[in-house]
């Protein structure tokens, strides 16, 4: 006759000796969660940043204070702010005339290239934090998000600029730095729109 119960020494009222299976848990801060699809996005456009702030950007001739020609070769903080103070007198072979607008103008939509890339690598440095966030503050998305923007789009008026100035003969050479960033650009941007769901909703923003 068989028993419905499990007997003493059957071995059916002890628990599994080497206790029950353990389950995934992620590493948390209080509003915080630190799991795999938020990390990877955060290291990524990070290490983007950090390459295309390393990498040199630009290579342009000019005249320098002494008159003498230099080679002026950055990356990307040194060449936004060599951008933003050149005059057409230090080109080499510059005579002032009619083309002085127009060097002038593709000087100033090239400048918008490395000085979109420079805001928005410092604005996406400070925000990016935000993603590990668990209901993200809108006051911390919208800078994140809008930073994307600037990283990915640069180029459009870095090249419009490039064409310009070599339209009207200046010698200028765009190199590889401005990719990385904005990859990073890229990067965010599908970062903030997938963590969008995660905005706080206590207001209408």
Not at 24 to 49: C, D, E, K, Q, W
């Amino acid at each position: 006759m068989s028993h419905p119960y499990p007997t003493p020494g059957s071995g059916e009222d002890r628990p599994p000796l080497l206790g029950s299976a353990p389950t995934r848990r992620t590493s948390r801060v209080t509003g915080f969660s630190f799991t795999r699809s938020r990390i990877v996005p955060v290291v990524g456009l990070l290490a983007l940043i950090v390459l295309g702030s390393l990498l040199p950007y630009l290579a342009m001739p000019y005249i320098n204070y002494a008159a003498e020609l230099a080679q002026e070769n950055a990356s990307l903080f040194p060449a936004a702010t060599f951008i933003r103070g050149v005059d057409p007198l230090w080109l080499p072979g510059y005579q002032p005339g009619p083309a002085t607008a127009t060097i002038q103008l593709a000087l100033t939509m090239f400048n918008l290239g490395p000085s979109f890339q420079q805001i928005g690598v410092v604005v996406a440095v400070l925000f990016c934090w935000a993603l590990f966030q668990d209901e993200i503050n809108k006051f911390f998305w919208w800078p994140l998000h809008l930073s994307g923007w600037l990283l990915a789009l640069a180029p459009v008026p870095l090249f419009v600029g490039l064409h310009q100035l070599h339209s009207a003969d200046v010698d200028i050479t765009v190199r590889i730095g401005w990719l990385p960033v904005a990859l990073a650009g890229v990067l965010i941007l599908v970062a903030t729109f997938r963590a969008r769901s995660r905005i706080d909703t206590y207001a209408s923003i």
